[in-house]
Nanobody, 123 residues
Framework: QVQLVESGGGLVQAGGSLRLSCAAS????????MGWFRQAPGKEREFVAV????????YYAASVKGRFTISRDNAKNTVYLQMNSLKPEDTAVYYC????????????????WGQGTQVTVSS
């Protein structure tokens, strides 16, 4: 079993930055693709970013590309999401998730999920 715990959410003004962290326990994540997803009220959960197990490649949703950066530290079993130039439409609960040998956007491929952290961007 893998437990994922997100942190770093909060309230920020438009144009500001936040850094989310996702700490894993129970198993090393070095063979897992790690993704970030978000869900706004009344909307479906959507893909934000994913990073491959080696950390060599990151992929992003078009809506965040150029503003968000995903990274990981396998020694610390932690994944990060640096969010810059935040917009009100980025407001959502952000979740991290782990998928064995997969680095894509399909939520169905992810086995482990965190509880989420709220990000609120005010205009």
């Amino acid at each position: 079993q893998v437990q994922l715990v997100e942190s770093g959410g909060g309230l920020v003004q438009a144009g500001g930055s936040l850094r989310l962290s996702c700490a894993a326990s129970g198993r090393t994540l070095s063979s897992y693709g790690m993704g970030w997803f978000r869900q706004a009220p009344g909307k479906e959960r959507e893909f934000v970013a994913v990073i491959t197990w080696s950390g060599a490649n990151g992929y992003y949703a078009a809506s965040v590309k150029g503003r968000f950066t995903i990274s990981r530290d396998n020694a610390k079993n932690t994944v990060y999401l640096q969010m810059n130039s935040l917009k009100p439409e980025d407001t959502a609960v952000y979740y991290c998730a782990a998928a064995w040998a997969y680095a894509g956007a399909r939520t169905s491929q992810y086995t482990y999920w965190g509880q989420g952290t709220q990000v609120t961007v005010s205009s």
